[in-house]
């Protein structure tokens, strides 16, 4: 039976008790309402336990973001360095021309370059998504919390009315 479902029993069995004549007194069915605080007291927990849930899968969401993008980052670099190889190979061979060497140097900055901008671009992409999921696990895991703590205090409202009325002296 969820929290929800069970704080309804309660107001339900509040609001359809029978007042004791003359006084603002409930009769309440201590046997019913100490069940429905028992099947309370069990259900709560598995509602932290759910949130608890959505958290922790939140995190491992961030963790393999992180982890794509360092593999991403790591392709990135060894391309960078496989391009900065062909192009020192190829300066390499032309050393006996000044402008053949010339030209082999600029085209390696300039895959150096493009490397390291492609390598920007993927890293901004992934950790732009790696936040937005987060964000998004975020605004889930808050409106799980939102509705226990509603639920709490709900329960916690209908109690301490019934309490108060149990409480009130007879006239």
Do not use: C, W
Request: glycine share 2%; charged share 25%; aromatic share 4%.
């Amino acid at each position: 039976m969820s929290v929800e479902s069970i704080l309804e029993e309660i107001e339900t069995l509040v609001l359809e008790s029978k007042h004791m004549p003359f006084t603002n007194q409930l009769i309440i069915d201590e046997n019913e309402i100490i069940n429905l605080m028992e099947d309370f007291r069990k259900a709560f927990p598995e509602e932290i336990g759910k949130a608890q849930e959505i958290v922790q899968d939140r995190n491992n969401i961030i963790e393999k973001a992180q982890e794509e993008a360092a593999k991403i980052r790591e392709l990135a670099n060894q391309e960078a360095a496989r391009r900065i190889e062909q192009a020192n190979a190829f300066a390499a061979k032309a050393t006996d021309e000044n402008e053949i060497t010339l030209q082999a140097q600029e085209q390696a900055r300039q895959i150096l370059l493009a490397a390291q901008q492609q390598e920007k671009e993927i890293m901004d992409r992934t950790i732009a998504g790696a936040n937005q999921l987060k964000q998004d696990a975020d605004a889930y895991a808050n409106q799980v919390f939102d509705h226990v703590l509603s639920n709490i205090g709900n329960a916690l409202n209908v109690v301490q009315q019934a309490k108060s009325q149990l409480n009130q002296p007879n006239l």
